[in-house]
């Protein structure tokens, strides 16, 4: 019969190591990241809503660059130029690179720039003089 005060030491009497330091860094990590996700997502959000209808309608088209070539010779060309080259207002190539789709309805209908008068296209108007403007050469 063995003594049992010569027995070795059981592992079950070792303390259980610490969650390793590198992998409560990881849980942190991942805390920052679904949080600061969560922000974003909550400022997309925020944005959308603050788009007003008459905006939102006009993005949800798809828009005719035919036709909106034809109601920029209509309406704009005057002071834009047969080919938005430039005359009274500035030239329009690249505009659409300098200015995102909400920024360009707004210059249209807002009349916040005279001369450049208030327009009140329908939103598909709008979505194809978007598409139009969206043609044009850089
Ligand atoms: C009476 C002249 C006039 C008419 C008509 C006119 N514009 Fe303008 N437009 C201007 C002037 C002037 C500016 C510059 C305004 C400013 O920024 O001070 C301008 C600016 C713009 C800009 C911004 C250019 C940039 O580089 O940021 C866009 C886009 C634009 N017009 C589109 C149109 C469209 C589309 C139409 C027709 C629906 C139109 N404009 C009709 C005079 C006109």
Same mark, same amino acid.
């Given at each position: 019969? $063995?003594?049992?005060?010569? &027995? $070795? ?10 969650? $390793? ?14 949080? &600061? ?29 035919? %036709? ?6 209509? %309406? ?46 329908? $939103? ?15």
């Amino acid at each position: 019969m $063995p003594n049992p005060a010569e &027995s $070795p030491p059981t592992i079950e009497a070792a303390p259980a190591p610490p969650a $390793p330091p590198a992998l409560s860094g990881l849980i942190k990590a991942l805390i920052v990241v679904a949080a &600061s996700a969560s922000l974003v997502l909550a400022l997309l959000l925020l944005g959308a809503s603050h788009s007003d209808p008459y905006t939102q309608a006009t993005l949800d088209l798809v828009g005719s660059e035919s %036709n909106g070539g034809r109601l920029f010779r209509l %309406n704009c060309a005057g002071c834009h130029g047969l080919a938005a080259q430039g005359l009274v207002g500035p030239n329009l190539h690249g505009v659409s690179h300098r200015k995102n789709d909400r920024q360009l309805i707004q210059q249209v209908v807002s009349g916040r720039t005279p001369p450049m008068p208030r327009f009140q296209p329908e $939103p598909q108007a709008m979505a194809d003089l978007l598409a139009f403007l969206h043609s044009l050469p850089s």
